[in-house]
């Protein structure tokens, strides 16, 4: 099983980025996806998550209004499109199997015992 956290750079403050997470080993259909980031000095937090029982949807209030997430099943893959970034997003930013809301464990009693982490994906923004 793995995760692959991609598209991470630098862009300008205000810019875009999309980030991908892209399952193998793991049908991301069945399990909920959230996104963490973790800047220098501080901890990791969760920014945002995407659940597989019903598609809803979790935001931060750091990023609530500039950063969507999205799933492709066909692609087995999870999108976190970053809109007017700010220099504080720089962060390395990872995808993990998390529960988004109390129906993901219900479809998926045993799916989020163990938690698969990506390898994370450095963002930067800075001009």
């Known amino acids: 099983v793995q995760l692959q956290a991609s598209g991470g750079g630098l862009v300008q403050p205000g810019g875009s980025l999309r980030l991908s997470c892209a399952a193998s080993?793991?049908?991301?259909?069945?399990?909920?996806i959230g996104w963490f980031r973790q800047a220098p000095g501080k901890e990791r937090e969760k920014i945002s998550c995407i659940s597989s029982f019903d598609g809803s949807t979790y935001y931060a209030d750091s990023v609530q209004g500039r950063f969507t997430i999205s799933r492709s099943n066909d692609k087995n893959t999870v999108y976190l499109q970053m809109n007017n970034s700010k220099p504080e997003d720089t962060a390395t930013y990872y995808c993990?199997?998390?529960?988004?809301?109390?129906?993901?464990?219900?479809?998926?009693?045993?799916?989020?015992?163990?938690?698969?982490w990506g390898q994370g994906t450095l963002v930067t923004v800075s001009s």
């Open positions: 080993g793991l049908a991301l259909s069945y399990f909920a």
């Open positions: 993990a199997t998390h529960a988004c809301g109390s129906g993901d464990v219900l479809a998926n009693p045993l799916g989020y015992e163990e938690t698969y």
